[in-house]
């Protein structure tokens, strides 16, 4: 059976008033996300602009002391995105391979590069189909990618100087 990319969610764009349906749910997800979760330290959203569909959650860890987790509405998506860690300096190419290996495993996520080179998890998800247990999994993901993955990436990328030696397992 052939794979339908349009099976996950609408590819239109949405309306505005659709739109503003799917961040209210965002909104009262986040809500409920700040006064529940001992893990969370801040979540707020981004009022510099009255159109501005942005928020962003930052986690406690234990590898990574501060995972910031970005959601973006967009016309189609929600995209997700936290920064994983600086450009590696050492060690590039098995830094890269760890990471490009390690996608093979995550759910919802993936390693890639960004801005600097820096190293990024990033997802998206269908805006109509965004609710609590898309945004769960979602940012829930990102955290738990990030305190698996984090201590094993900077022990290669910053072999040098990087205080922690690699996770077993």
């Known amino acids: 059976m052939p794979l339908n990319p349009q099976s996950a969610g609408?590819?239109?764009p949405l309306a505005r008033s659709d739109l503003d349906e799917v961040a209210d749910r965002i909104d009262g997800w986040?809500?409920?996300?700040?006064?529940?979760?001992?893990?969370v330290m801040g979540v707020d959203r981004d009022r510099s602009e009255p159109s501005a569909r942005r928020w962003f959650i930052r986690l406690r860890g234990?590898?990574?002391a501060v995972t910031t987790v970005w959601l973006t509405l967009r016309q189609r998506?929600?995209?997700?995105?936290?920064?994983?860690?600086?450009?590696?300096?050492e060690n590039v190419e098995a830094c890269f391979e760890y990471l490009l290996r390690s996608n093979a495993d995550l759910y919802g996520l993936a390693f890639c590069i960004g801005a600097e080179e820096a190293i990024y998890l990033v997802g998206r998800?269908?805006?109509?189909?965004?609710?609590?247990?898309?945004l769960d999994r979602l940012v829930g993901g990102a955290l738990a990618w990030t305190e698996e993955h984090f201590r094993n990436a900077m022990s290669i990328g910053y072999a040098s100087r990087y205080r922690h030696g690699p996770r077993a397992g």
Do not use: R, Y
């Open 10 to 12: 609408s590819t239109e």
């Open 77 to 89: 998506t929600l995209h997700v995105e936290t920064q994983f860690m600086p450009a590696p300096e």
């Open 62 to 64: 234990e590898d990574k």
């Open 125 to 134: 998800a269908p805006a109509d189909a965004v609710d609590a247990e898309t």
């Open 30 to 39: 986040a809500d409920a996300l700040a006064s529940g979760d001992a893990a």
